[in-house]
Structures are given as structure tokens and as C-alpha cells.
């Protein structure tokens, strides 16, 4: 069945000037003038086709015509309100769904949500394998990571790192490289080609080659002293970035957990 148009701004009007019986008052309820309320009450009666309110000399008083509907309207705002609240409840709770690279996922995000939940103990994470194109809207996600030139589409905000690293067991391994899908200078000849960056990572680290990865991702295995940095750091235009669409990316609950993965 087709809906009728509603006149909201002409409703909600008219459910101020009815509470106050006042256009003066519901002007300053509503922040516009009184000129304004009197225009939005005429449009709204030519629209229905009935009078609203009637002067007398005691003042301003509805007809029976804005008398009858004025209940179900007041119910109507309410449930409006309801409505809303159920839409930012999401907005509002501790859930959180988040979309990275499996390797990412391992070796560098989950120990930090960990971090984060600790101090938050109502903090639930939803964790959801991203390796090729993120879709917010099949995936209802509030949050992804990853790996590219920028945001693309969406807002964002850079994971800072020192660009990529070579690795290589500590104490030394194979003199080759270990070649993943759009590692640089990709070596058709390496003796070992894996998946990811991870899996580079940790080739390197069995002995089996050097993998030139992502130094986010090498991070903590360079601490733990579990593979060894050959070389300088190396600036790349790719790296790792947070992004949501912006009605996502406003959520307080992501804005929270962005800064305190940016920290």
C-alpha cells in the first residue's frame, strides 16, 4: 500500500503551538519565530484541509478537527523516538566488528585488542578475514584495515610504521627471497612462495629465505629476537590504514577504538 506524505515539520508544529496553545511559546520551543509557526500551521491546514486553531478572545484554542488527531500524533513522535534509539543502539554498544588481513589479524591486531579489552572488560570483537575487497554493507561491519596506498572511498586514518623490512632467521637462513602475493621486486625464482606477508614472515623465520614484509607486521617477531632486520628500513607508498564509511567512521565506539589503535 502506498504511504501517504507526511508533513513533519507542519506536525511538529502543531504538536508545540497544541501543548502551549501558544504560537509565541512554540516559537521558542521550536528556536524559529513566530511568523514561521503561523506559515508552517496555514500550509499545514491547506494540505489537511481542515482548521486547526481557532482565536478567541480568551486566546488561541484547537478545533475539534486538531483536537482528534492529536494523540495519535504524540504517539507517533514517540514511537519516532523509539525508532531512533534502536537505530544508534548499535552506535551505542560495546560490539564491534572488524575486518583485517588474516596476517595482520595475528600478529599485530589481536594482541593489541587484548590491550584494549583489558581495560574495557564489556568490549566484544567480531573478527572477519578481509584479504581482497571489504564490503560495510554484506559484512555489516564498523571498522576494516587495510593494506594499500590510502583510504580509498572511505575515511581513514594511517597505521604509522617504518615502511617495509627484510628478515631473515636470527643466526641466519637461506641466502634467497621468499616471495608472497605483491611483496616487492617479487622474485619468480624464490625457493619458497606463500600466501601472504604473514606466512613470509614466518618462512623467514623456519630458515627457509629473507621475506621483505610490512615492518608493522615484523614487529614484534623482530623484538621477540625471532627473525633479524638485514639492512635499513625501507619508505614504501603502500601501508596499512584504518577505514569505514563516514556514517561508521562517526560512531563513537569506532572513533574510540581508532585512537587506541593509533595510541
Request: with cysteine.
Amino acid at each position: 500500500m502506498k504511504r501517504t506524505h507526511l508533513p513533519l515539520n507542519g506536525l511538529r508544529v502543531l504538536d508545540a503551538a497544541a501543548r502551549h496553545l501558544s504560537f509565541t511559546r512554540a516559537a521558542d520551543e521550536l528556536a524559529v519565530t513566530p511568523a514561521a509557526v503561523g506559515q508552517q500551521i496555514r500550509a499545514l491546514e491547506d494540505t489537511l484541509g481542515v482548521v486547526l486553531f481557532r482565536r478567541t478572545t480568551k486566546g488561541l484554542e484547537l478545533t475539534p478537527e486538531g483536537e482528534a488527531g492529536l494523540e495519535a500524533l504524540r504517539q507517533g513522535f514517540l514511537q519516532f523516538e523509539e525508532a531512533v534509539r534502536a537505530m544508534q543502539a548499535g552506535q551505542t554498544s560495546k560490539s564491534l566488528t572488524i575486518a583485517a588481513p588474516r596476517d595482520l589479524t595475528e600478529k599485530w591486531l589481536m594482541p593489541r585488542l587484548a590491550e584494549i579489552a583489558r581495560r574495557d572488560g564489556e568490549l566484544r570483537f567480531v573478527l572477519v578475514a578481509a584479504d581482497a575487497e571489504i564490503d560495510f554493507t554484506e559484512a555489516n561491519l564498523d571498522l576494516a584495515i587495510r593494506w594499500g596506498a590510502g583510504p580509498g572511498e572511505h575515511e581513514g586514518e594511517a597505521l604509522e610504521s617504518d615502511g617495509l623490512v627484510t628478515v631473515e632467521r636470527a643466526g641466519g637462513g637461506i641466502d634467497t627471497a621468499i616471495a608472497w602475493p605483491g611483496c616487492p621486486g617479487e622474485d619468480g625464482g624464490a625457493l619458497v612462495r606463500v600466501g601472504d606477508a604473514g606466512l613470509a614472515l614466518d618462512a623467514a623465520a623456519a630458515g627457509l629465505g629473507r621475506a621483505t614484509v610490512p615492518e608493522l607486521l615484523a614487529a614484534a617477531d623482530i623484538a621477540a629476537g625471532r627473525v633479524a632486520v638485514i639492512g635499513s628500513p625501507r619508505p614504501s607508498t603502500l601501508g596499512y590504514w584504518l577505514v569505514a564509511p563516514l556514517p561508521q567512521w562517526r560512531q563513537k565506539k569506532v572513533r574510540s577504538l581508532v585512537d587506541a589503535l593509533t595510541a
